[in-house]
């Protein structure tokens, strides 16, 4: 029985991503809206690989990042997750978010 070895036990891989950032609600509103049709570990993981692109992290992340991260990278990143469709869907919902956020952080109310 020497040649017999211990069953290999499954390893779980992390993406890396800090799945909530507190105070961050750009990040966690955008990461929401992705999660409406992904998985909240691959919609981590599209964000994380976008954000890369652009040189943030989940901590750091600000309006300029994530307005560059929707218009040059978010889409091709949602298509290697979801169907064409549903990537445009995703796509259209998350510059409303970016509008909606963007309104009440230069036109704060009060």
């Not at 029985?1 to 800090?18: A, E, H, K, L, Q």
């Not at 949602?78 to 919902?93: G, I, N, Q």
Request: aromatic share 4%; proline share 7%.
């Amino acid at each position: 029985m020497s040649g017999s070895r211990p069953p290999r036990r499954r390893r779980r891989r992390s993406s890396g991503v800090v799945p909530t950032v507190p105070g961050n609600e750009l990040f966690t509103r955008v990461r929401e809206e992705l999660e409406l049709y992904l998985s909240p570990r691959r919609a981590g993981e599209v964000l994380e690989q976008a954000l890369r692109a652009v040189g943030s992290s989940p901590r750091q992340v600000e309006l300029g990042h994530m307005v560059r991260i929707v218009d040059v990278h978010l889409l091709r990143a949602l298509e290697t997750a979801c169907t064409p469709d549903e990537a445009d869907e995703l796509h259209r919902r998350v510059c409303q978010v970016l509008d909606e956020l963007a309104g009440r952080f230069f036109h704060p109310s009060g």
